[in-house]
């Protein structure tokens, strides 16, 4: 074989290769998600808007055993360890996870809660939970304004929330604002969403709240 003829034959292996990663990366990409269909910025409301309840037809995420089906979940009935979003029909267990070269550390099926910020508990800085469009998040893009969050954490202390922004965002955007564990008190949950670019989703689902004491 000739130098030509063997640089010939790497060329098209690599060429091959090339077309097969792609075909890989086109066959494994995820579809579009939906994103809200308004952006909103306001202040609590004096009356919550929406449902307060939540018909669970299937398992909690991250359960060990499937819940008894159907069952309404309100803030009264709320295991510890979970977060319930009735307007986007979001019911399921959380735990803290870390940031780790930049990434967050998103639980394949549950929530994660940025280990780094704030507690529901605490007075100042921000609860910064995040999930999978696929998975714990597929119904944030539902989320109404000036709905009701509630969170009850490992102690099992019950807070409420209420929705006072919704907006989306490129990922590749940072948000110092949403990282801080000082500032005022809000809860932030984050997911995926929007057009599939190279096996990504592009924009991020952000839903804001304050929380409501009596």
Same mark, same amino acid.
């Given at each position: ?21 792609? &075909? ?9 998600? =939906? ?19 939540? $018909? ?9 055993a499937p819940a008894a089906s159907p069952a309404v979940v309100t803030a009264a009935t709320m295991k510890t360890g979970t977060?319930?979003? =009735? ?15 930049? &990434?967050?550390?998103? =639980?394949?099926? $549950? +929530? ?9 508990? #605490?007075?100042? @800085? ?20 000036? @709905? /009701?969050?509630? /969170? ?9 929330? &209420? ?13 110092? #604002? ?7 008190? &809000?809860?932030?949950?984050? +997911? ?23």
């Open positions: 074989m000739t130098r030509r003829t063997r640089i010939g034959v790497v060329a098209a292996a690599a060429a091959a290769a090339l077309v097969a990663a792609w &075909q890989l990366v086109v066959a494994v990409q995820p579809s579009a998600a =939906p994103l809200p269909a308004a952006m909103v910025a306001t202040t609590v409301a004096p009356v919550a808007a929406g449902p307060t309840d939540l $018909t669970v037809t299937g398992a909690l995420a991250g359960a060990s977060v319930l979003v =009735p307007s986007a029909g979001i019911y399921t267990t959380y735990a803290p996870e870390p940031v780790v070269d930049g &990434q967050a550390v998103i =639980p394949a099926t $549950t +929530t994660g809660m940025w280990s780094g910020g704030a507690r529901p508990s #605490d007075t100042a @800085g921000t609860v910064l939970m995040w999930a999978h469009v696929e998975h714990a998040f597929a119904g944030l893009y539902q989320a109404v304004p000036h @709905g /009701v969050v509630y /969170v009850r954490d490992e102690t099992g202390r019950l807070s409420s929330w &209420q929705i006072t922004r919704i907006y989306t965002e490129p990922r590749s955007w940072t948000h110092p #604002d949403l990282y801080t564990a000082t500032g005022p008190h &809000q809860l932030a949950l984050v +997911t995926c969403g929007g057009p599939v670019s190279w096996g990504h989703y592009t924009q991020n689902t952000i839903v804001i709240a304050q929380e409501v004491r009596s």
